[in-house]
């Protein structure tokens, strides 16, 4: 009888919990949401607005508008670095500072690959407890019928027990209880369910402009220091 006293409570203590995660995470990813596209449009203005020199922006201007982390600026920092980088190593192997330094199409690729691993890193990264809601909307229905399941049986059992009508009313009381579990489980599971599938909508989308945005500006700095083949 103890462990029937304790499992009810139990259950409902843990799905309490999953759905307070579940909102926490969707709280958090929902305003980390609003930031990004803040970011987006920022970095993605200040690409336009340089489209001609585009590893001339300012970063540390980028770096003072918000203490968050900023997968554009991240996008840009490594590009730019790396763009740099090649640079001042083909002029070194030309071993002439007045001669103009371009980019080779090898260089490209190599910039191209490196966009590509950052652009999987910071999708990995906006992800990041999204397990949690997950979880949530498959565990939560499985507890809900755990708890119905074991409270069904506990009173099926003290049915040979029940004299009168008064003990039958216990027994349909016990069976609302139990089947309680079930119908919070299912709330719980579509509380969390709606999110997460906002959420990963929402990561698409910026993994689309994270790609758009790296590859307006891996054309800007080819146009710019791409080698022109001349026959």
């Known amino acids: 009888m103890q462990v029937s006293q304790i499992l009810g409570p139990m259950i409902y203590f843990f799905l309490i919990v999953l759905s ?3 909102w926490v995470i969707f709280i958090y990813k929902f305003w980390l949401s ?3 596209d803040a970011f987006a449009l920022h970095c993605e203005n200040l690409l336009k607005q340089h489209k001609r020199a585009p590893l001339n922006i300012d970063l540390q201007n980028l770096n003072r508008q918000t203490a968050l982390h900023n997968p554009f600026l991240s996008l840009y920092t490594l590009l730019q670095q790396g763009a740099l980088s090649l640079l001042k190593k083909n002029r070194e192997l030309k071993h002439a500072q007045d001669t103009p330094t371009f980019l080779s199409s090898t260089d490209i690729e190599q910039l191209s690959s490196q966009i590509e691993m950052k652009i999987y890193a910071e999708r990995k990264l906006y992800e990041k407890y999204l397990f949690i809601l997950s979880t949530t ?4 229905p499985l507890l809900g019928l755990l708890g ?3 409270g069904i049986s506990l009173t099926l059992k003290a049915l040979p027990n ?9 027994v349909l009381s016990g069976l609302s209880v139990a089947l309680g579990t079930t119908v919070w489980g ?5 509380c969390a369910l709606v999110p997460y599938n ?4 929402r990561i698409d989308d910026y993994t689309v402009r994270m790609n758009q945005f790296s590859t307006d ?3 800007g700095v080819e146009l710019q220091y791409r080698a022109v083949d001349v026959s």
């Open 20 to 22: 307070l995660a579940s």
């Open 34 to 36: 609003r930031k990004m």
């Open 137 to 140: 909307f498959s565990a939560a």
């Open 148 to 150: 119905t399941v074991w």
């Open 162 to 170: 029940s004299a009168n009508a008064l003990s039958n009313g216990a």
């Open 186 to 190: 299912i709330v719980v599971a579509i």
């Open 198 to 201: 906002y959420i990963k909508n």
């Open 217 to 219: 500006l891996l054309h």
